[in-house]
């Protein structure tokens, strides 16, 4: 009998770790000089922050002498006006990878406030810099992005596929409207 319970909490174990997602984690390395520059919103989870976005959503980054990152976010509110959001990003650990970054977008003198930093995590990227995908561990969070408006569906069907791994609700994501 004890041989059986044994097998049968093991296969059980077996089991539900075999569900478990893969963890949430950033890309090995990235060139910030080639990451820079304008990236397009393909799809978004949503989030209170883009809530007024309509379309025509981007970002734009640019690396700054002391290293860090300036951050422009764009987008196209219903009405047609646009709203802009500037930012500042960081690498997360300054002797860690620079694919985990902290972006913030409060005042520079409440930077010293931890809260007012986000996680930006580059957990996908393409070889050639033509697609980005950020998020962070609690999956809260997650931006696909390309430095063109559209991206062929075969490319974003695979990277869905890789975020479903890493246990994402993609079923969640807004798809953006780049006019």
Known sequence: MTLFLTIFIAMLFGAVLAQQPLPVKPVEQVDLVRYCGTW??????PNSFQRKCACCTSAEYSL??????????????????????EGIAKKEDPNGSNAKLKVRFAPSWLGWIPLVWGTYWIIDLAPDYSYAVVGEPSREYLWILSR???????????????L????????KLILSDQE
Do not use: H
């Not at 479903?164 to 079923?171: A, E, L």
């Open 148 to 162: 063109a408006k559209q991206i062929e569906q075969m490319e974003y069907d695979k990277i869905i596929s890789r």
């Open 64 to 85: 700054l002498q002391d290293g860090k990152i300036r951050v422009v976010n764009r987008c196209r509110k219903a009405d047609g006006s646009p709203s802009t959001a």
């Open 164 to 171: 479903k791994g890493m246990g994402y609700d993609t079923g």
């Open 40 to 45: 397009y919103e393909i799809a978004r989870l």
